[in-house]
Every structure is written in structure tokens, then in C-alpha cells.
T-cell receptor
């Protein structure tokens, strides 16, 4: 019955590897997001998808590629991982308008690149 | 551009009130939010306020919004040790699609 879920919860990998993080929401929301939280806890949006269409793409390296197979899923694939990619990645979802714009967050995926 | 700022640390005694402050630069904000993050956990939505409101109360939480000064505050009454966490202020700005801009977070430490 989890609203926004992410897998895996923890990910430890070597520099240069390719990895994916998955996100699913069962809230019936139209919009999903990926945020990155760095070691200083600063949160910044990376991407947003509305009904499987990319609507926000912040200045994120093109090694990061989001994919939305349907509006309940937004996955994040990262190529050629670098040390600086170590962070906590949060997925979130919201409806499109009004009060339903409130974003609900997943538990986070803690990525450590060695 | 949009910017949201918060003080980084706050220490209070158990039972006292905590007030966490936030300022923002863009007056086009529609909603302003407070999220709580406990150690090792995700972000929990605490409360929100629409930009045409001045105040919102929800049990021990009181949110005050001063639109003129672009200042938002979160007051926690009777602060408990379980309130120790990082509190993020965030603004939803109307300049684009649902772009939520977060402050850096205020670490609240509650001591006996």
C-alpha cells in the first residue's frame, strides 16, 4: 500500500558502471519527478514527467536518462557513474493542478559510487 | 530566478516552541510547503499554505506567511525529541511546470 516506492533502497557500485533506479507510484498521479539530495542535504530537481512526457529537464549531465514506460513509473538510468553522483535520489509524484500539485516523495535511493 | 533560504540550525529545549524561518525571492509562488526529513528517511509532507492565506494551524503546527516580506515560518508548539529532524521549506512557483524549489533545510535539535 506504499504510495511512492523506489528500488533499490541502497546501491553501492564502482565508478564507470551503469545503474538504474526504479520508481513507482500508486496514487494515480499524472506527474513524476526525480530529485537529487547531496551530502549537505541540499535538494534539487533533476527531471519531471507528465503523462510520460518530459516537462522539466534541469542542467543534468546526459549520462542521466529518465524513462517513463507509463504514468505510474519513472525510472532513472545512469551511465558511466562518477564519484560525484554519490547522493540520495528521491522520486516524487503529484497531480497536475491546484491543491493536487502537492508532491509526495518516495523513501529515497542511497547511491554510493566508489 | 527562484530562491528559497533557511537558517541551517536550531536548538530548542523539550517542551518549548520552535520557530523555523524561511524566505523566498519569487513572488509568483502559489503554494509553500514544509517537509520533514528524519535521519536516513525520506521526505514527509508536514503542511502547506496557499499563497493567499496568512496563517494555517494544524495541531501543534502553525504556518505564518507574510507575502509582503516573502517570509514563511513554521512554529512547532511543545517541541518533543521526536521532532528532531531536518525541516525543508519549499515553494511551488508558477513560472513553469510544478517546479518545487527547496531551501537548504533547517536542522532542529531538541534537547531535554
Amino acid at each position: 500500500d506504499t504510495a511512492v516506492s523506489q528500488t533499490p533502497k541502497y546501491l553501492v557500485t564502482q565508478m564507470g558502471n551503469d545503474k538504474s533506479i526504479k520508481c513507482e507510484q500508486n496514487l494515480g498521479h499524472d506527474t513524476m519527478y526525480w530529485y537529487k539530495q547531496d551530502s549537505k542535504k541540499f535538494l534539487k530537481i533533476m527531471f519531471s514527467y507528465n503523462n510520460k512526457e518530459l516537462i522539466i529537464n534541469e542542467t543534468v549531465p546526459n549520462r542521466f536518462s529518465p524513462k517513463s514506460p507509463d504514468k505510474a513509473h519513472l525510472n532513472l538510468h545512469i551511465n558511466s557513474l562518477e564519484l560525484g553522483d554519490s547522493a540520495v535520489y528521491f522520486c516524487a509524484s503529484s497531480q497536475a493542478t491546484g491543491l493536487q500539485e502537492t508532491q509526495y516523495f518516495g523513501p529515497g535511493t542511497r547511491l554510493l559510487v566508489l | 530566478g527562484e530562491d528559497v533560504e533557511q537558517s541551517l540550525f536550531l536548538s530548542v529545549r523539550e517542551g518549548d516552541s520552535s520557530v523555523i524561518n524561511c524566505t523566498y525571492t519569487d513572488s509568483s509562488s502559489t503554494y509553500l510547503y514544509w517537509y520533514k526529513q528524519e535521519p536516513g528517511a525520506g521526505l514527509q509532507l508536514l503542511t502547506y499554505i496557499f499563497s493567499n492565506m496568512d496563517m494555517k494551524q494544524d495541531q501543534r503546527l502553525t504556518v505564518l506567511l507574510n507575502k509582503k516580506d516573502k517570509h514563511l515560518s513554521l512554529r512547532i508548539a511543545d517541541t518533543q525529541t521526536g521532532d528532531s529532524a531536518i525541516y525543508f521549506c519549499a515553494g511551488l512557483f508558477s513560472g513553469g511546470y510544478n517546479k518545487l524549489i527547496f531551501g537548504a533545510g533547517t536542522r532542529l535539535a531538541v534537547h531535554p
